[in-house]
């Protein structure tokens, strides 16, 4: 066995442990399971577009977080697409305004999700954890810890058709940012993908890759907790 | 007078105190004066040319960080196209692709500028700093560390003037970073005086801006005290 076939083999088992922690996604949140089987009531469905809405206020600040300390120029230059894509270019654009829109889309008002008086603190505290990791982590670790975007389509196809099917109050058109993220996020899981198994050689630089995942994880998963804690059924 | 007289006038003090600070900058330091004069030699310039490409390639982070920081999209959406301009698109683009061309027209190889072997304690230092400012400190007192970018472009003038006429050695086309920031530093400021003008209104918040501005003229005079000393006539 050469030693290529060794690292490629290395790399295969790595991108396996990766993938495996996808038994700890948060598609198999009770709330979630809830969600797709259309047992949430109306204001069940607010409460969590309200404080899911904070998550996606600071994802472009996490992704500008990772390219202020990633020194590689070549992935600077396709990580800023993450943040164009959420902040969009102009007034009317991008992740966020979309999300602005599902808000509208299930009876909330814009300055109800901007004003931030729906979120939780269990929820406020996760996603600054968020945060606070791709800040001060090293950035390789902090990509490792977008890589939910691995299991990310799956969900995103059963949560429209869910949507669709159970929520028919919801306007369709409110549902545009689970259908961007379709495209968006295996291209962004390709490039994070690509950028972990180049740089992650050694067995513990790939544990803490794995270790990042894990934590991103438990942060979508603690959301779903103080979410389903503050909009019981 | 009006409330908003008053303002007006409190605001064109401060932008006033802003500009003065312009008594710090770089352009009267000694080793400048001797660039602008023709009195620098091809060894001199080289060194300038290697320790300021560690600025150059940190300058994407540093706004990088200040877009992890700031929480106003609209801000984000205007202030993520000084990253784009410095790191290009894809490759062979951008302003880190333009100094190199700059090196390779005075003498020093891709290698060379890339792996910082000419890159003094002083420059490193004084760039580090710059950076963990950004990192650090409040959002908009980082922009206003950016308004050395009202001197500049006078500053780039008279470089190019000088360049081609004292050292004719360069090639001119090694000088198409200087031309592209004529264009992009005054757009870049103006922006800038825009935030700092909205964003500090009491005298408290007004000072930090100023000193902040004192703090990056600092930055750039220490870069060339220490180039200085490193390449003596």
Redesign the interface.
């Known amino acids: 066995m050469t030693s290529t076939e060794l690292s490629r083999e290395a790399i295969g088992g790595f991108v396996e442990a990766l993938r495996a922690q996808s038994r700890f996604y948060h598609d198999q949140h009770p709330f979630h399971l809830r969600m797709n089987d259309g047992r949430l009531s109306r204001r069940q469905i607010q409460g969590w577009a309200a404080n899911r809405f904070y998550y996606q206020?600071n994802i472009?600040?996490?992704d500008?977080?990772i390219?202020?300390?990633?020194?590689d120029?070549?992935v600077?230059?396709r990580w800023?697409r993450r943040?164009?894509d959420h902040?969009?270019?102009?007034?009317g654009e991008g992740g966020?305004e979309a999300w602005l829109r599902l808000g509208e889309a299930v009876g909330l008002s814009r300055d109800e999700l901007r004003d931030e008086r729906h979120v939780t603190p269990g929820v406020r505290s996760a996603v600054d954890d968020y945060v606070s990791f791709?800040?001060t982590r090293p950035w390789v670790e902090a990509v490792a810890s977008s890589l939910t975007e691995l299991f990310a389509p799956d969900l995103m196809a059963e949560r429209l058709a869910a949507f669709e099917r159970f929520y028919p109050w919801i306007e369709r058109d409110g549902l545009a940012y689970f259908r961007a993220r379709l495209d968006q996020a295996p291209r962004d899981a390709e490039h994070a993908l690509e950028v972990v198994t180049t740089h992650c050689r050694s067995a513990a630089e790939q544990q803490r890759a794995v270790a990042a995942l894990t934590f991103k994880c438990d942060v979508l998963w603690r959301m779903l907790n103080a979410i389903d804690q503050a909009y019981p059924d």
């Open positions: 206020v472009p600040r996490k500008a977080a390219l202020a300390n990633c020194p120029i070549d600077r230059r800023i943040i164009v902040d969009g270019s102009k007034s966020i791709a800040r």
